[in-house]
């Protein structure tokens, strides 16, 4: 199946879902039962389904054929295979494997933005930047009331992580740089809005996000539009709500940070007094051998909801990096890295940059790829920066027929000033 490059209306709708739909969802669901509930995997079967029903249709010329008949009946029955492991009576019944198959749901989730471009066109920048300008101002309105309401800033919002709303702005972020010459002389559209951006940037502020305010100083300084002052100004003001964070008032949800910062330590130390296993890992399907400290019971059964009792399991990681690393050992991550920086420099581009300095950075505290909310936008925003347009440098201009193209004469410019 190939990548149709052509957009359509529906083209940007994993997006719409990502930057808005979640956000808002998840907002109602605390409104309505006064507990934030995340939403997961249920959006994303649902536009599984009408994907599969697009597919069917084939609503655009650009869109890829359908094979046949066996075709279709695969793609309903994954569908029906994806709903039905939501359920949770299928879950008990594959509860022997039903951990495997959540540490391939990153395989999933990019199958599932390759095949949304592949069926109903790619987005492209300008549709990263609106979805980034939106969700800017829905954390600029979330960031007033629960301040009124608590008085200081949870890791935890009404629409969601903190962490996790700076992802998703930092890749807006990266769609909204400009085009410049590292791109190798491809030509590369410049698209959006100014105003758009403007929002991304203050939205990202407002997240309180420590490695959003590190991976945005980062982009804004080496890559960001303007004078090299305004750009230090930003990442001088991002450097200062790093500190600021540290000093805000505690809240119940910031015990998900120092969750993150033990696993860390203890990945250190099983890893130093094992290293062996960091050739493959802990098994999948057992829980980690951590032992918890006096003082981090509380921590953790206020960040999980869940007893120490029960031990801890690669799903309550919250780094993807440090996820993958318990789980496969250092070989696939380091796999993972040669990948996306074989790609980046096959096809060097400022977005691209970004993306890899963005994703390298948010690793270290979301689940990353192993959230749909974060990892289809993650794909969907590297297949438009490694498909610009080939270079063309070398293309041959086509002149007009029966005639030859006249020097430009200076001095004929009637809005030339004198020398």
Request: net charge neutral.
């Amino acid at each position: 199946m190939g990548i149709s490059s052509s957009r359509n209306r529906l083209s940007a709708v994993p997006l719409a879902a990502a930057y808005v739909a979640v956000p808002m969802g998840m907002a109602m669901v605390r409104l309505v039962d006064g507990q934030g509930a995340y939403l997961e995997n249920l959006p994303w079967l649902l536009l599984a389904g009408l994907g599969v029903l697009i597919g069917l249709h084939r609503p655009s010329p650009d869109a890829p054929r359908s094979t046949g008949f066996t075709s279709k009946t695969l793609l309903f029955l994954c569908l029906v295979a994806g709903l039905a492991l939501y359920t949770s009576d299928i879950r008990i019944l594959l509860e022997t494997v039903f951990p495997y198959i959540r540490e391939f749901a990153p395989v999933a989730y990019a199958l599932f933005a390759l095949l949304w471009a592949g069926t109903c066109g790619m987005a492209d920048r300008y549709d990263f930047q609106r979805f980034g300008a939106l969700l800017s101002v829905i954390c600029i309105v979330n960031l007033v009331f629960e301040v009124f309401m608590y008085g200081t800033v949870p890791t935890i919002r009404w629409i969601g992580n903190a962490d996790i709303l700076a992802g998703l702005l930092l890749i807006s972020l990266c769609a909204g740089l400009k085009p410049g010459l590292n791109e190798g002389g491809r030509v590369e559209p410049d698209q959006g809005n100014t105003w758009w951006r403007v929002l991304v940037l203050i939205g990202l502020l407002t997240c309180f996000s420590r490695t959003g305010y590190f991976a945005a100083g980062w982009i804004v300084l080496c890559f960001g539009r303007g004078r090299l002052l305004m750009r230090s100004l930003y990442a001088l003001v991002c450097a200062l709500l790093l500190v600021v964070t540290f000093l805000l008032p505690p809240t119940a949800s910031e015990s998900i940070r120092y969750v993150d910062y033990w696993l860390w330590v203890e990945a250190l130390r099983l890893f130093s007094e094992t290293p062996s296993l960091l050739l493959t890992g802990y098994p999948l399907n057992i829980g980690l051998p951590v032992t918890f400290p006096p003082g981090m019971t509380a921590i953790w059964e206020t960040a999980t909801g869940q007893p120490t009792i029960m031990g801890v399991y690669l799903t309550q990681v919250p780094s993807f990096w440090l996820r993958l690393l318990y789980g496969w050992g250092a070989t696939v991550p380091a796999a993972l890295l040669v990948f996306v920086f074989t790609l980046l420099f096959k096809n060097l581009s400022r977005m691209g940059a970004g993306l890899t300095a963005a994703l390298f950075a948010q690793g270290m505290t979301t689940p990353l790829l192993f959230d749909p909310a974060m990892a289809v936008p993650i794909v969907m925003g590297y297949m438009v920066a490694l498909s610009s347009p080939a270079d063309q440098a070398n293309a041959k201009v086509d002149e007009p027929d029966g005639s030859k193209v006249q020097p430009l004469d200076p001095a004929a410019e009637w809005n030339m000033r004198p020398l």
